[in-house]
T-cell receptor, first 114, second 117 residues
Framework: KAGVTQTPRYLIKTRGQQVTLSCSPI?????VSWYQQTPGQGLQFLFE???????NKGNFPGRFSGRQFSNSRSEMNVSTLELGDSALYLC?????????????FGPGTRLTVL | AQKITQTQPGMFVQEKEAVTLDCTYD???????LFWYKQPSSGEMIFLIY??????QNATEGRYSLNFQKARKSANLVISASQLGDSAMYFC??????????????FGKGTMLLVSP
């Protein structure tokens, strides 16, 4: 079974631009979660999607948004980029997003904002 | 209060020795899951082992075992016979059902493990 894939792997943007990151979950997985990882804040939960609906949202500004498609693929968008948005963005999928479900992560997208 | 505490920022171990990475957690939920992930310098988070709150036996996966002490809210990872490829950052994480019934994964700050020849 193919793992979680994320595209692109690397991105360089400038302040004020917007960016869209993509995540394809493991086949059969319906829950997709996004995390931001920075050296200062560690791993922080952004949001979770299940059956095209956002079920949970972390404490991030409205510039961070996402969506999930009917095939469970997910995208996250960051508008009006700031320098502090430079981070590794990780996507994870699990079967149904329950507490006993294991989340499997993709390789991440490393975003650099100049 | 932190939900996941990893008190060891860094650990050193010699090849072929065993090492224990500490993790304590805080939750009032009865149903939760505890996970350990490995993150090499490439950045990918690799799932290692899972322990459910109702599991009575400690989880094991090859060279990895989880020392689960529920009353102490402790979920330490034990790596037996360390290998050079085990050098990486290790994260303990917890997933709770929460009030909404939907769960999120909360991570500790991680422990950097360095394995020397």
């Amino acid at each position: 079974k193919a793992g979680v894939t994320q595209t692109p792997r690397y991105l360089i943007k400038t302040r004020g631009q917007q960016v869209t990151l993509s995540c394809s979950p493991i086949s059969g997985h319906r829950s997709v979660s996004w995390y931001q990882q920075t050296p200062g804040q560690g791993l922080q939960f952004l949001f979770e999607y299940f059956s095209e609906t956002q079920r949970n949202k972390g404490n991030f500004p409205g510039r961070f948004s996402g969506r999930q498609f009917s095939n469970s693929r997910s995208e996250m968008n960051v508008s009006t980029l700031e320098l502090g948005d430079s981070a590794l963005y990780l996507c994870a999928s699990s079967l149904n997003g329950e507490s006993t479900d294991t989340q499997y992560f993709g390789p991440g997208t490393r975003l650099t904002v100049l | 209060a932190q939900k996941i505490t990893q008190t060891q920022p860094g650990m050193f171990v010699q090849e072929k020795e065993a090492v224990t990475l500490d993790c304590t957690y805080d939750t009032s939920d009865q149903s939760y899951g505890l996970f350990w992930y490995k993150q090499p310098s490439s950045g990918e988070m690799i799932f290692l082992i899972y322990q459910g709150s109702y599991d009575e036996q400690n989880a094991t996966e090859g060279r990895y075992s989880l020392n689960f002490q529920k009353a102490r809210k402790s979920a330490n990872l034990v790596i037996s016979a360390s290998q050079l490829g085990d050098s990486a950052m290790y994260f303990c994480a917890m997933r709770e059902d929460g009030l909404t019934g939907y769960s999120t994964l909360t991570f500790g700050k991680g422990t950097m493990l360095l394995v020397s020849p």
